[in-house]
């Protein structure tokens, strides 16, 4: 075997502005490393109990079952249409770009009809187009509303909310499923409150984990439509999972390492307060939309830098997409920004590759740190002569400052 | 969110041996804190190529694709079933225990139909009632065998070089798939030259990983039947992720963590070299097999203790099972083992569940550490009064010291 | 420069058993891996001010400053000896053998003057010869007693209450000093109980820390005699140390890892509760003594190996000192127990080398580990060929399981 | 004993630009980790070996041998005070400010006699004044120049090479000890070309492991004058510690981890290249100029932010003193930067307390995290209303991305 080469050294740390994975926080980092122990050590279940009830909290539900797989966000979704989507179960997916296209991908291939909402660019889900789409399915073949509140794609949150408003308005009994991956822990979402039946999310963004560990929390009437649903599955399978033994709760062996740091991670919410995490993301949010503004301020040089999502109301607080000018290269101005400035930030997804780049602001940030990434990419602007205003770490930094005192 | 209560102080480091989680090493546990980059970063591509060339040589294979999934063992089981299987497929699992049971069980989730070879307790799978199989299946209905290596929970290991001869005897097209989830980086596997088409493992035995990574290397063969399969499948799909493109070879977001820790222990087997790897797994192995041996000498007070395992040949270099007299409570000598002695053993499972415990000396391993855990054992069986003949450690240690010099 | 060339590569972990270093517990790494903070951090005063009253807990006192040092134990008694010792100063240093003799070379390094009384191997301090010689004194011309309370080297402890009552019985104004180095947070110690004036350590032993720190408590009575040294010093002073001023308190920069790692420690030592930290010393001294009388028994070949320690009172729960028989060299014995077996033990210092060799029984340590140790120990007795009776982990391992019921 | 109170959540990393300790890079957290081994395992010579031929490469000697202490930098210069200085022996000490102050102070604990050279605010050392105190010494009863490279009160680096042409041109014999703490592995240093017979340093800036291990670099001339001392002296003696013997190397245990720090740090040293890592320093310097010489330009507000140290060739490379303006209380300033913006800068020491707050950006630092600095700072300004021009960030990133390509 050959051995491993050291990659060149790069001075400092890389700052880390994905919108997934994030930073893992040294609390997180050492509960991850802890070594394992054997799977019939009482530690075990006491861990994954505190896993579940802090997930429970932190979803804001007291009724739905918590379930951990070792999968990624995908396999989040596939847990998901494993235990509701047979070959030709109809569900309805609002369109919220790139995420919500894969969704329907996904159940496809699972043989499911995924129905559609329209998806305009930098516009979140409209939720008068979910209730026509239920008001339309008189004969209630929809049976579920799978629905990402934050697509990472685009930056762009619907408001859940009003999706539940919008179903209690057509009256329809179909489930309300949301993909929570990029919003969890950075804006609310309150599964009970809303009637979410079905939330899932994974590990590596809000949660602040390494990438590697989904979780699906059911409620009692997905439940009962997982036990109806006859389509093979096993891994995935809720009823399975749905058990005091623990071989059976993970199908085989836990993720020990992801499930002892979750358990960190929670802590640290829990000290820092839910609320106030919300609050410093949003504060975040703000900051970068300034610097973008700024940037993208007429300069009488032509095509500017835009934010992607138009409604300030509908800009996730979690990640940013910056649409940049024709004839800009946003993989190019990636490469300078995290090869010269040691800053990473993410590029366009799907349709939007080549049009847009990202700026991740969720999970263990601070204003120092999302400051600092928004001088690399001001670097990097100025570097591949993109056209913009300079002094968007001023029009950042301003947000914290001014207004009222804190 | 309640505050995570403090577990009480256990001086000292617990002594894991499990058969898995195994013993996490420093350099595992370092490469596996690193902080996540962003996905587009080149260096994950390259650990990406690392690991699947380390995968590769470790396999001894130079004909077969690695995928690699965020998900436990049953996670590669599954992701060999939805690739292989589809409703009404036939495939042979030859019998080697609870873990043949359980992947049948898994298959026939899938609707597959399941045929097996007879299993008798202590006896590693008998290649000529495989090929008796395979010769009775004159439509070639049996699409492939379906073989566990090793069997975690007897201690026992087959002889898959004699499967493959079993297999070419009876002129059979069936695909060999081999489980080595217990056995690989510990006793010698040879896809290539065992004419294996396809191997599946998991991340937390000998590649001495955190748990929730599984690993496939499929031929084209095995590639071709997964092509031809029409089973609904995305997450698993080999054919989706034999792909270029990182996003389609991941089904999203790769694990980081595992993979940067991969790297970190293909490099800790390199060092080492493969053949001292498995050289050392059999020498504690055997140092086992006398402490128990020693351990259930005649001491005509009834029952004894004994390896599970009667034929020497095919005792695990993994793991040992060791049968309890009628009247022991195995788990009761667990517990003190473990709460008391700092020594964690593993149970029996399914049917010997209350009949044996199980020592795991697989992984980062070393004489010093599987003495300490015979001795903590023994203390178990002393203060359980578990009737033994004391002077095991001696036994085990005199096969370090005795015999030709080193 | 030259890259670092990777070590071979180790399986497992080594298990170190010496009297210091001592294995370091994964809390105290965490801790003492937490990046440093400026030095004005209000974080760091309470960081320290929690480290001072950890240890004056620790050390059972009330009336003690502590003082901390980035030093090993040398620096320790440098400490004491540039804030007690002028030229001419004369101190009585009780024999204890290797450190009592290094201690009066470096007060005479100084230009102080150190009595001695007489060491008899194997036998603790006498305080009966400390009583006389300080009634001799009768112009009081001694103005210290510098008692070493564990002899690493020799593993011998001495009596520090009945010193105390000595130095009463002398009716003699002598500062009572102890170095509690090897003993602290493993033998009881009662600082103001017991009378004694200056208590020295380091961090690399019973504290579980890396090396590096050394700290020193001085009651007011020891500060005053401070006071009146005319003797030139800067670093190590007692008195410009006693301040509130975080930069004389420390001279300069504070060791910020290793009192993170100290508050860290003391956590752990809280938690399992010191008397209970207590206890388990003497019970693993205790096994440790049964494997080399068991070793040591008449086996009719010559010599034999025994504690050095006759005196089972006066053997420290700390370290156990074992001589071997004349023509077996111990530094082989261990060699063989390092580099083959994974156990390193500690040889014999300055007239006890090629005499004894050491096994430490301190810290974070557990009943397993010393099994493993004492394992690894006699498959090395073996392979050396030392004349020793078979079984010795057996011995061990039954004072652990005998007796009383826990 | 109290449990430990956990601090309150900090999200994300906390800004180190304290000039010390700075960052430890992550390979340096790593290697700190590792367990201890026993004193006697060759692998901690080989660890010495390697550390020692890497201080002198760094150093830039061959002639010089290089002692490692268990001790801060006041340690380190305690070192060069036993080993140089008895009562009475005289040496020039060149001003620069408050740490040559401070070493005088240091100096005269001992009895020695420091003569000093005028000490301008914002300059460096006038070599011309040296070598006008040497020429005034006819008698030659200076014994040694003691220079501090970069005084880090100041942020002010003088020229060694001209001090030496300074001795030179003097025809002094004195010895040239250089305290490099703030300067090496930042600024070029040349210990042979240089002609110093001295140099000694510390382990918490530069050299980027955490606090605790001070070095000295001592010549044959110097290891001369220091066997003529007589001066008492045991844990500092060179004498002693000039010698194979480990104990006597160390004076006792060897702070381990901190080697082994060193090691990983001089690797990644080697890593990037000592030019380049002198490059990145100059670089990162340059743009704190530049962010603060934009924050003070005329505002008309009255008094202004200007740079300390007016001679632009002696800025520090490693940190920058910033003069506020009357009326500014820089404390406040540094608590808003680090308590509400993540940022820890450091203050003034000694009588630039209260008119200086300094940035440090020495070690392991990179653009992105000067940049972030420099944007908390500003915010920090803003908040308390410090007159300012506001854009000192894009000042400081233009320095990155303008002038010749890189």
Redesign the interface.
């Known amino acids: ?4 080469s ?13 919108p ?7 609390a997180v ?2 509960a ?10 009482p ?1 075990v279940p ?1 861990l994954i109990a ?1 896993c579940e ?2 997930m429970k ?2 979803l804001r539900t007291e009724r739905a079952d918590v379930f951990f797989y ?6 989040g979704w ?1 847990a998901v ?1 494993a235990n509701l989507v047979a ?1 030709g179960t109809v569900v309805l997916v609002p369109g919220t770009g790139h995420f919500s296209d894969s969704w329907v991908a ?1 159940v496809e ?3 499911g009809v995924a129905l559609r909402t329209p998806y305009t660019e930098g516009q979140p889900v409209d939720p008068a187009a979910v209730e026509a789409a239920l008001r339309d399915d008189r004969e209630h073949r929809i049976t579920a509303v799978f629905a990402v509140h934050t697509d990472t794609a685009s930056g762009t949150t619907c408001d859940l909310a009003a999706i539940r408003r919008a179903i209690d308005a057509a009256a329809h009994p179909a489930l309300f499923v949301a993909d929570v991956v990029a919003s969890l822990a950075a804006a609310p979402f309150e599964m009970d409150a809303w009637g979410v039946n079905v939330a899932m999310g ?1 590990s ?1 963004k809000g949660l602040m984990l ?5 979780f699906i929390a059911a409620d009692a009437r997905a439940m009962a439509a997982a036990r109806n649903n006859p389509a ?4 995935w ?1 809720w009823v399975r999972r749905q058990s005091e033994l623990q071989y059976r709760k ?9 499930l002892a740091g979750l ?2 991670s ?7 307060g ?1 609320a106030n ?1 919300h609050e ?1 993301h949003a504060r975040l949010a703000l900051a970068v939309h300034a610097a973008v503004e700024h940037w993208g301020a007429e300069t009488g040089t032509g095509g500017r830098l835009r934010l992607f999502t138009r409604a300030p109301a509908a800009r996730s607080v979690s990640v940013t997409a910056i649409e940049v000018p024709a004839g800009v290269d946003p ?1 190019a101005l ?1 490469t300078v920004a ?1 090869e ?8 366009g997804l799907g349709p939007l590759h080549g049009r847009v780049f990202r700026i991740g602001h969720l999970g ?6 999302l ?6 990419v ?2 990097a602007l ?2 591949q002569r993109v056209p913009h205003r ?2 968007g ?2 029009a ?3 947000t ?3 207004g009222t005192p ?1």
């Open positions: 075997m050959t051995p491993v050291p990659a060149p050294r790069i001075p400092g740390h890389r700052f880390l502005h994905s997934g994975p994030t930073r893992v926080p040294d980092v050492n991850m490393s802890r070594q394992p122990t054997d799977l019939a050590d530690r006491a505190a009830a802090g909290e932190l070792a999968a990624n966000g995908h396999g596939e249409i070959p996904q291939a699972f043989g994974a590596q390494q990438p590697g560990m989904a093979p599955r096993f891994y399978d993970f199908c085989g062996t836990p993720p020990l390492a992801h358990e960190a929670l802590a640290l919410i829990a000290a820092e839910l995490v410093r993989e990636r995290r010269r400035f040691q800053v990473a930030v993410a590029g263990d940030m601070n204003e120092a740190m400051l600092g990434c928004l001088a690399g001001e670097a100025r570097v300079g002094g770490v001023e950042a930094l301003s914290f400052t001014d804190r």
